[in-house]
């Protein structure tokens, strides 16, 4: 019998482990990483609880070291695709059904299992196929996944628990139906804890999910689904679809019970998906739900009166860690010629310390990227910057592919405020710098809010506080998650809900219940406890 209300109330943020050397926790992930090293997993399609091997696949490889293979997946195609459909659909009404404290706490036993039995297992998993580092993998796979499962309960919470006002004689109530349909979720390759999100945050709220995965992140996403499992999700409330995304898409798109979709990825796919959406529009039940955090070119943007030191490590830090391949990773920056002649020699210090190489060396700051395509990509926009007359590679600027996807970390110096480098999303280990005269500061203002089509991440430097507060209102719609004096990267759950606007993406904030409420669509029930027996009102007579 349910007789109760429960308010799930308070989440508390996973500590991150600092896995200095003769801990318990490294010695734990050493021991995971021989043991996934010296394996080769093979990962099936996963429709409805069970594994399907269509004979068609692809290997899963250390970007570090690319001749490893670490698994081989099989790929879905059309009939898979439309299986995994089914299968959502026919999982639906039992799990819309299912009583919303008993959702939750399958993912509130998601985040214990994932804080210790499983941490390791995605930590290894992260590093190995997505070449980060101990602690990028610690703070992405275990910490931020984990503040997933634990904040997003909270926020369901604290969405049903939002009703109407009922006056005398009636009663008013919200109900929250899941979405009518199924959700497609698409995870991009960077972050585990994104993955994990995109398919569960919608599941959470009653929906059921075909969750297209990453083809350069596989392993990890398996992983997540033996979490899921073991965390007792039914069987097709998430389907796993490793396919081409095109494949994908023609049969999710066209099909009538499309209810939304939960993106991470690039502007131009999204673009692409959104049109295919508007295209099929007429054949939907309803009209579906578009999020989607898509491309950024997040800058630093640097007043004379800021600290050069701090400057110099955050560009640092903001741009090269896990090679730049975070949706805010820092890739433009701004910065004042008073203080540039200090940043540069602070930032030639710090990246000859750099060390960059298989990450199962716990001394790496850098891994590779993440496959031959980036690769090519990332390289020639160096190349680009090599040969240009308004640009300088001051720092790095070498690449090696021979054994692993290894690019330098590299600043770039341009005259050019409109560079390519400063104006296109790279994806990797590059920071373009437009150093200006110190008192063009309101031009160049304008030259950093317009410049770029994106609106993701940004950070202003300044001692001054008239001058930050300046900045902040002027550079408003410039980025949707804005740091002073800090890089514009770190967001942390429950404390910087993430999203940015203009060409990056619907800004409906990860890690709140405004990206929550998006799967949820609300019925409004009134009952009316008198009867009327009069039609006429008093103005009448």
């Known amino acids: 019998m349910n007789n109760y209300l429960y308010n799930f109330k308070v989440a508390n943020n996973e500590p ?71 299968a959502a659909m026919d999982a639906k009404k039992a799990w819309a059904n299912m009583p919303w404290e008993d959702r939750a706490s399958i993912f509130l036993k998601a985040a214990e299992l994932l804080s210790t039995k499983y941490r390791q297992l995605l930590n290894a998993s992260t590093m190995l196929n ?58 991009p390759f960077n972050f585990t804890s994104i993955a994990g999100n995109l398919s569960s945050a919608p599941a959470m709220m009653g929906n059921t999910i075909v969750w297209k995965p990453a083809s350069s992140a596989m392993l990890s996403g398996y992983y997540l689904m033996e979490l899921f499992k073991e965390a007792g999700l039914p069987d097709g409330v998430i389907n796993f679809i490793p396919s081409k995304g095109s494949v994908v898409g023609k049969e999710v798109f066209g099909h009538k019970d499309f209810a939304g979709i939960h993106f991470t990825g690039s502007t131009a796919t999204f673009k692409t998906m959104w049109k295919q959406i508007a295209a099929n529009i007429d054949n939907y039940i309803s009209y579906p739900r578009i999020v989607g955090e898509t491309g950024g070119k997040d800058f630093i943007f640097a007043h004379n009166t800021a600290d050069a030191e701090n400057i110099a490590v955050n560009i640092v830090r903001g741009a090269f860690e896990y090679q730049g391949q975070k949706c805010s990773a820092a890739s433009r920056a701004y910065v004042p010629k008073s203080l540039w002649g200090d940043i540069l020699t602070r930032v030639k210090k710090d990246t000859a310390a750099i060390k960059m190489g298989d990450i199962q060396d716990f001394s790496m700051f850098m891994g590779a990227v993440i496959d031959e395509a980036a690769f090519d990509s990332i390289s020639a926009y160096i190349d680009q910057a090599k040969k240009s007359d308004k640009a300088e590679v001051v720092i790095g600027g070498g690449y090696d592919k021979s054994k692993g996807y290894f690019i330098e970390p590299t600043l770039i110096v341009t005259t050019d405020p409109n560079f390519v480098t400063m104006e296109e999303e790279i994806f990797g280990p590059v920071m373009t710098i437009y150093v200006y005269e110190d008192e063009k500061f309101e031009e160049t203002l304008t030259l950093c809010d317009e410049t770029s089509p994106y609106a993701l991440t940004g950070a202003i430097f300044a001692k001054d506080r008239n001058v930050v507060n300046y900045v902040t209102d002027r550079l408003q719609n410039a980025a949707g998650n804005f740091y002073i004096n800090d890089k514009p990267t770190g967001a942390v759950v429950g404390q910087q809900p993430f999203g940015g606007a203009r060409g990056s993406g619907t800004n409906d904030k990860a890690g709140s219940s405004l990206n929550l409420i998006r799967w949820a669509s609300p019925r409004n029930i009134k009952e009316t406890f008198v009867p009327y027996n009069d039609f006429t009102y008093p103005y009448m007579k």
């Open 16 to 86: 991150i482990l600092d896995y200095a050397k003769g801990s318990k926790e490294r010695k734990d992930l050493v021991k995971e990483l021989d043991r996934q090293s010296n394996m080769q997993v093979e990962i099936p399609i996963i429709i409805g609880g069970k594994e399907i091997r269509t004979g068609n696949t692809a290997n899963v490889v250390m970007p570090h070291n690319h001749s490893h293979v670490l698994a081989t997946y099989h790929i879905a195609g059309p009939k898979e695709i439309q299986m995994a459909i089914d």
């Open 130 to 187: 997505q070449s980060k580092t101990s602690l990028q993998a610690e703070i992405d796979a275990a910490c931020e996944l984990v503040d997933f499962f634990n904040f997003n309960v909270k926020y369901m919470s604290e969405i049903y628990s939002n009703q109407p006002e009922s006056p005398k004689g009636q009663l008013n109530r919200l109900q929250y139906r899941p979405l009518e349909g199924f959700v497609f979720a698409v995870s």
